[in-house]
């Protein structure tokens, strides 16, 4: 009897002690907390989140989500894969800053496009005029291979005029050895400069042989660097004039040889006659003055038939001095006004 009740204890044990194996992952422990009167200073400053902690054997708990509130977090739950998932939330502040930043730049994108435009501008405000570019040409170039020449230019902007003066009583042989690939060489230097100053502008011209008062060769330089032989259009009324000047006076008195070039625009208008004085100075001194006065009248009546309402100024420039020999004004419809260097 006593045997069956120790089998009997032993049975009991030895179940309970499997039961306690087998449910063990099912038991939840039970913690008490009691309410928590701490406050909360986030970065010196006390916050209220709408719960109050609560206190575990002497330590201070929030809940996840009462955190995520406390640092600004997105918080979401997996119910499925039994998961608190914590992330950042966008932060509005940097968007805001970053697409400040983006319009910043964009602006000083925009800045430096105005100044690099304005420096453009700049540049071609300081571009050299006709004469001064003429001179330049004359004063840095004037010989090729031998052969020595003189430019003179004339137009404006759009359209700019090329007479290349060569002597052939002094320099027939060396432009006799001149191939015409070597005298279109010759022209491509000249209008090369030219088209470095006004890049847009129409460039024509030709070589004249000031000896016989004989054109050489007639071009046209276009806008791609290309040289067109053979080809001369005027594109403007000031350019058909000064050709009829050109071609009608050029030897106008005892064989003086002048070269003519208009330069302005329906209100104003300048020529200026070119000469070479120390070459034709006999002839140039015994030129009386009534005589040239007439002679420069006599193209302001030209020019006013083209150009009713304008104010011309006439010159008649030596190129070996670089200096004014005589000047002259016509005021539209009034007075013509003339004076000469004093020989």
């Known amino acids: 009897m006593k045997t069956i009740r120790h089998l009997t204890i032993w049975t009991i044990i030895i179940l309970s002690c499997l039961l306690m194996f087998t449910f063990a992952d099912d038991i939840t422990k039970v913690i008490q907390a009691a309410e928590s009167n701490a406050r909360i200073i986030y970065n010196d400053k006390e916050v209220s989140l709408g719960v109050k902690l609560f206190s575990i054997e002497g330590s201070n708990y929030l809940s996840v989500r009462a955190l995520a509130v406390l640092f600004d977090k997105n918080i979401d739950w997996n119910q499925k894969e039994q998961k608190i998932i914590i992330s950042d939330k966008p932060n509005t502040a940097m968007n805001s800053l970053k697409l400040e930043l983006d319009t910043k730049n964009k602006s000083i994108l925009e800045l430096q496009d105005k100044l690099k435009k304005l420096e453009t501008d700049i540049a071609s405000s300081k571009k050299l005029n006709i004469r001064e570019l003429q001179d330049e040409l004359n004063n840095e170039y004037g010989e090729y291979a031998g052969v020595t020449y003189r430019v003179i230019l004339s137009g404006n902007e759009d359209e700019i005029r090329v007479k290349i003066e060569v002597d052939l009583s002094k320099d027939k042989s060396a432009w ?12 491509k230097e000249v209008c090369g400069i030219i088209a470095g100053e006004y890049n847009f502008a129409k460039i024509k011209g030709y070589i004249k042989d000031i000896d016989v008062s004989k054109k050489l060769m007639t071009f046209q330089y276009t806008w791609q660097g290309e040289l067109e032989t053979s080809i001369y259009r005027n594109f403007s009324t000031i350019s058909t004039l000064e050709d009829r000047f050109n071609n009608d006076y050029d030897g106008y008195f005892n064989e003086i040889h002048f070269t003519f070039a208009l330069s302005g625009n329906d209100n104003r208008m300048e020529y200026t006659i070119y000469i070479q ?22 193209l302001c009546s030209e020019i006013n038939s083209e150009f009713k309402d304008c104010y011309i100024y006439g010159y008649v420039y030596d190129t070996d001095s670089s200096s004014e020999l005589a000047v002259c004004e016509q005021v539209p419809e009034g007075e013509f006004t003339f004076d000469r260097e004093q020989q």
Do not use: H
């Not at 006799?176 to 022209?187: A, C, D, F, Q, Y």
């Not at 034709?280 to 009248?297: A, R, V």
């Open 176 to 187: 006799s050895r001149l191939t015409g690939t070597k005298r279109e060489e010759l022209v």
């Open 277 to 298: 004085k120390n070459r034709f100075e006999e002839k140039w001194d015994k030129l009386s003055d009534s005589t040239l006065k007439n002679f420069m009248k006599k």
